[in-house]
Structure formats: structure tokens, C-alpha cells
């Protein structure tokens, strides 16, 4: 029993000094209020490349999107009609919240989306944290 209870602990002070020094990042969760205001400044982005995606326009779905993106239409078009005929067509969005991460230098803005065959879908938004407010990164939970 006491050699167990003697291993646990040099366990636990074995890993306390890397956990001390380990980066800080932090995530600041925005007021719903100053979220929603942010969310308004972005909305355009993100009904384009939500409506974009369930028509297939490569244009559209992209017009938000940094320049650091570098895809190819023929590919992400054959991508986009495989993900449409199991996810159906863009329904509806609803905030959910705004988070600021400084590590990253970004804003990231979650939204609970409705697909019509999928009404669950978590869409998380990464946007550059300058006055441009470009989509650098983007994230699906299903």
C-alpha cells in the first residue's frame, strides 16, 4: 500500500513541472452582446460560403476567404457535390458564441447550422484578427 501511495506522488511531482511551464493560452470568451456585434461585422462571409457551398459556387463560398488559401476549383467542386448529397442543403444558423484567441491571433466565431439532412452541425470560423476579418481557418463538427 505504501509503495503504491509513494509511486502515485512521484507521479504527480514527475508531471507538475512541465504542466508549470507549459504555455498559456488563453480564450477569451466575448459578452454575448460585443459576440452578436462581432458576428453582424462577418455575417456576409459566412451566409456567402454557407448558401455558397449548398450551390456549389466556388466563387461565393470563397469571397471571404484569405488569400493564404490556395485550392483547387475542379477538386474542392467534385469535394462540394460529394459533402451536398449527404449533408442536403443550408438551412439556418444560429450563434452560439465568439471567442478571442490571442495565441492564434484571431477571432473565432461557433455557430450551431442546420443542413437538411444534418441538423446538428457545429461550424466553427477563424478570422484574422485585423480590419479585414478574412476566413483563415474553418471547422466542422458532426
Not at 12 to 24: F, G, H, I, S
Not at 121 to 140: E, K, M, N, Q, R
Amino acid at each position: 500500500m505504501k509503495k503504491k501511495l509513494l509511486l502515485t506522488i512521484l507521479i504527480v511531482l514527475a508531471t507538475l513541472p512541465p504542466a508549470a511551464c507549459a504555455p498559456r493560452v488563453t480564450t477569451t470568451f466575448l459578452p454575448p452582446e460585443e459576440g452578436a456585434a462581432y458576428a453582424a461585422e462577418v455575417d456576409e462571409y459566412v451566409e456567402n460560403m454557407l448558401v455558397g457551398t449548398s450551390e456549389c459556387d466556388f466563387d461565393k463560398t470563397h469571397r471571404g476567404f484569405s488569400p493564404v488559401w490556395e485550392l483547387d476549383e475542379i477538386t474542392w467542386q467534385q469535394e462540394c457535390e460529394a459533402e451536398l448529397a449527404v449533408r442536403g442543403a443550408y438551412q439556418s444558423k444560429t450563434l452560439d458564441h465568439v471567442e478571442v484567441r490571442p495565441g492564434i491571433h484571431a477571432r473565432v466565431v461557433i455557430y450551431h447550422v442546420v443542413f437538411e439532412n444534418n441538423p446538428d452541425v457545429t461550424a466553427t470560423f477563424y478570422f484574422s484578427d485585423d480590419p479585414d476579418h478574412l476566413i483563415i481557418g474553418l471547422d466542422w463538427e458532426e
